[in-house]
């Protein structure tokens, strides 16, 4: 069953992997932009939509509506500024060429940067100055290849008297590189912009890994506290068996080896099933009857549906302790502890309830109920919560809730 603890142990041990990724993915994207981009992308409004080639497209359409009502409006000025008049038939046949002209050079520059995209790869990598001088001298190279088709079209004869002059290549470089100097200049500060970017979000980035790693370690340094504190105490109660109750010290350790066999594959994993832990506390239970005989009594039900809830490992241990040495061991006749658990929503609760002393004397500040409210909160994030309440008519009830 994935859960909330497989989410969050998942994302500690995999930090170091997706920074390394979001690192590649940073860089990917800053060489696709510096590779892949429309000239109206210097423009924040057009980069809303993402990259397609349909977007392209309509992009270079756009941007050869652009240059045609620039060179109507220039071709309109001279005409003005000659002294000729401006007739409706004249602004139609104005428009219409140079529609034509910027549509022709238009999409003859998106087929060509469309096939040499390999090559713009590695110059886009020089300086503003080389990047600069290699579009201008592309673009003189293109407008003049299109020049020279447009002359074979009807009412563009004309053209030939002026194609291959050092008028026309002189004019087409200025223009091309007057308007690669403000593309590129525009655009690198859109990439110095893009870079700083990516920057503070790998910053951000290792800050989060750094955060998640310790959180990682201090759950750890948690759990490790829990595994020798039964562990000595139950040696410590086998050594004063062994004189006065050899039998009992001898099942008892017995008891003990099985709960080791049963805790070992357990304690050192990042997650354990409710089943796996419930099968545990039983273990851990019959060591503790061995001690206490009939003072003691246990019932433990892992519902089949929860059996493979996952939560971290050692989680009910240290309330099963707690219930044991507050709860029944001060109370002369001993009493029952039941460990259970049902889902309610999208929370699980796992409940432990003896019928000892009493809340009053279950409360412990020690290294049991601490130690697991440090680690719900670690792990969850203060989304599962630890309770404890009066088990009517006697004894204490202890209740983790963890989110499903």
């Known amino acids: 069953m994935t859960n909330a603890t497989t989410k969050a142990i998942d994302a500690a041990n995999t930090a170091p992997t997706c920074d390394s990724v979001s690192r590649a993915e940073h860089q990917l994207r800053l060489e696709y932009v510096d590779l892949h981009f429309h000239p109206l992308e210097t423009i924040a409004f057009f980069r809303r939509w993402p990259r397609s080639f349909l977007c392209d497209l309509i992009y270079t359409v756009i941007f050869n509506l652009m240059f045609a009502a620039g060179f109507t409006l220039m071709a309109l000025f001279g005409h003005m500024t000659s002294g000729r008049a401006v007739t409706g038939a004249l602004l139609w046949d104005v428009i219409l060429g140079n529609l034509l002209i910027a549509n022709v050079i238009g999409f003859a520059f998106w087929t060509v940067l469309e096939a040499i995209q390999p090559v713009l790869r590695w110059i886009n990598m020089r300086t503003l100055l080389a990047v600069v001088l290699f579009y201008s001298v592309l673009g003189t190279a293109i407008v003049t290849a299109s020049f020279t088709l447009i002359a074979f079209l009807p009412g563009f004869d004309n053209i030939h008297r002026w194609l291959l002059t050092p008028a026309q290549l002189v004019s087409s470089f200025i223009i091309a590189f007057i308007i690669s100097m403000v593309i590129g200049l525009i655009w690198q500060r859109r990439m110095k912009e893009f870079a700083a970017q990516i920057a503070v979000a790998e910053e951000r980035e290792r800050a989060e890994s750094a955060e998640r790693a310790l959180t990682q370690a201090n759950l750890r340094a948690l759990q490790a506290q829990i595994e020798p504190h039964f562990l000595f105490n139950t040696l410590a109660n086998v050594t004063s068996l062994i004189h006065s ?129 440090e680690r719900l909160d670690k792990i969850y994030a203060g989304r599962a919560r630890l309770e404890i309440a009066d088990n009517l008519p006697r004894g204490t009830k202890i209740t983790i809730s963890i989110p499903s």
């Open 245 to 373: 109750r050899p039998d009992d010290a001898k099942r008892m350790l017995e008891e003990f080896i099985a709960y080791l066999r049963a805790s070992l594959s357990n304690t050192r994993q990042e997650q354990t099933t409710l089943r796996q832990e419930f099968t545990l506390m039983q273990s851990f239970l019959a060591v503790l009857k061995v001690r206490m005989g009939t003072r003691l009594q246990a019932n433990v039900m892992a519902p089949p549906e929860l059996a493979e809830f996952h939560l971290p490992p050692m989680l009910i241990q240290p309330l099963v302790e707690n219930a044991i040495k507050h709860g029944l061991e001060p109370n002369i006749d001993g009493g029952k502890i039941s460990l259970s658990a049902k889902q309610d929503g999208d929370m699980v609760h796992i409940t432990v309830a003896d019928t000892g002393l009493g809340f009053q004397d279950a409360t412990s500040d020690g290294i049991g109920l601490k130690n697991v409210r």
